[in-house]
């Protein structure tokens, strides 16, 4: 179908702008020699995955479920870091997984013997304690407090051994400039280490994929592990795999006005788009403008009761009317993995839009999505 046909609320995915970005990681990884896998819990859409498949070197997961879905949707090389494992869950994991990280020496303690015994590669997640961005702590695994990694001090050598990797992740939508940085503070505190290891894993928040991403710092980055440390080095970007790359569609179900006009949508910043109030974050809008910026002014807003369900204030050429469709851009990463149902509030259909511009939906939900999650 046409992409004007598309039932709404509807995420559309758009293969040649996924492909796109392919092209730029490939790129990378021939120029390097560098291996990058898809950080699932960023877009999980498994519709898609043979074509990232041909380009990347498999998928990492956040724990079981993502595990699972990278290992029955891709098949490549399977990834897993957690902040803690379960016991019920570690057998599983070490079935499907090759790459299993931990959060600290005593998760190594706990698992690491039964993860070498079936013949997988361990690795640690190290917390470097170098923050690249501020103003932003709920994104930075380096804040104060937080429970991601091991610090030098907490460092038990003794237990190092069968230890493959070492991993960080500290970056969020950041240039290359501020991973060089954080590579530092990972040498300076961790360089003992380095030369016992086959491989380091430099997370994901790479935004590797954006028009203004200097490419060259990075591949001087993992030029630099390969040849100081005889390291393997991986890459795990999740949104720079999709970034840009979808829409989600929606249409204007009501007018209202309070001192301002407000557009009543069939969608919601809260089910739909929560990282637009927890990032916070604008969507872009095609055809929109600034608040002000063009002649009709409205406060976008979603159905539930929250009166915080509000994606932001556009202006337009021409006064919206009930059915108009809006469509927001970049709208594939971290927003069907983050859907929720409050209120009742039903789930966007998922589509494919290929590319010759045909659009195909691969997934509508209906009231037993929102039922079977309650009890
Ligand atoms: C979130 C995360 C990623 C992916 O981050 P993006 O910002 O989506 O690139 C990779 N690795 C780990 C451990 C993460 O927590």
Redesign the pocket.
């Known amino acids: 179908m046409r992409f004007e046909e598309l039932p709404t609320p509807c995420f559309v995915v758009d293969e040649a702008l996924i492909e796109k970005n392919l092209k730029i990681l490939s790129g990378v990884m021939q120029r390097t020699g560098a291996k990058i896998i898809l950080?699932q819990?960023?877009f999980s859409m498994t519709t898609l995955y043979p074509l990232i498949g041909e380009y990347l070197n498999g998928t990492?997961a956040?724990g079981l479920f993502e595990a699972r879905l990278g290992y029955e949707a891709m098949g490549k090389e399977n990834h897993v870091?957690a902040p803690a494992y379960r016991e019920d869950e570690i057998d599983e994991i070490l079935s499907i997984c090759d790459h299993i990280i931990f959060n600290s020496f005593s998760q190594l303690e706990k698992f690491k013997d039964r993860a070498l015994r079936a013949g997988r590669k361990v690795g640690l997640r190290i917390n470097p304690e170098c923050s690249t961005q501020v103003g932003h702590e709920i994104y930075d695994p380096c804040t104060p407090g937080s429970r991601f990694g091991a610090k030098r001090e907490d460092f038990r050598p003794e237990l190092l051994d069968g230890v493959s990797g070492l991993h960080f992740?500290t970056?969020?939508?950041q240039n290359s400039d501020d991973l060089e940085t954080t590579l530092r503070a990972v040498e300076e505190n961790f360089g003992e280490w380095l030369p016992r290891m086959e491989w380091i894993n430099f997370?994901?928040?790479?935004h590797i994929t954006r028009d203004d991403y200097d490419l060259s710092t990075l591949e001087a980055c993992i030029k630099r592990m390969q040849e100081q440390y005889d390291l393997k080095v991986y890459l795990?970007?999740?949104?720079?795999v999709a970034l840009n790359a979808g829409y989600l569609v929606a249409s204007v179900l009501d007018l209202h006005k309070n001192g301002i006009d407000i557009a009543i949508l069939d969608t919601s910043a809260t089910c739909h788009m929560p990282d637009v109030l927890e990032m916070p974050y604008r969507p872009p809008l095609f055809g929109s403008g600034e608040s002000g910026e063009k002649p009709f002014t409205y406060r976008l807003t979603g159905q539930t009761c929250l009166t915080g369900d509000v994606i932001g204030d556009y202006s337009f050429d021409q006064p919206l009317k009930c059915g108009d469709r809006l469509v927001f851009g970049d709208m594939a990463?971290?927003s069907m993995v983050k859907t929720n149902t409050f209120n009742g509030t039903p789930l966007p259909a998922i589509a494919v839009q290929d590319k010759d511009g045909d659009c195909r939906v691969v997934r509508e939900f209906g009231y037993q999505d929102f039922k079977m999650r309650l009890a």
């Open positions: 950080a819990k960023a990492t956040s870091f992740h970056l969020c939508q997370g994901g928040g790479h795990e970007p999740g949104e720079a990463i971290y």
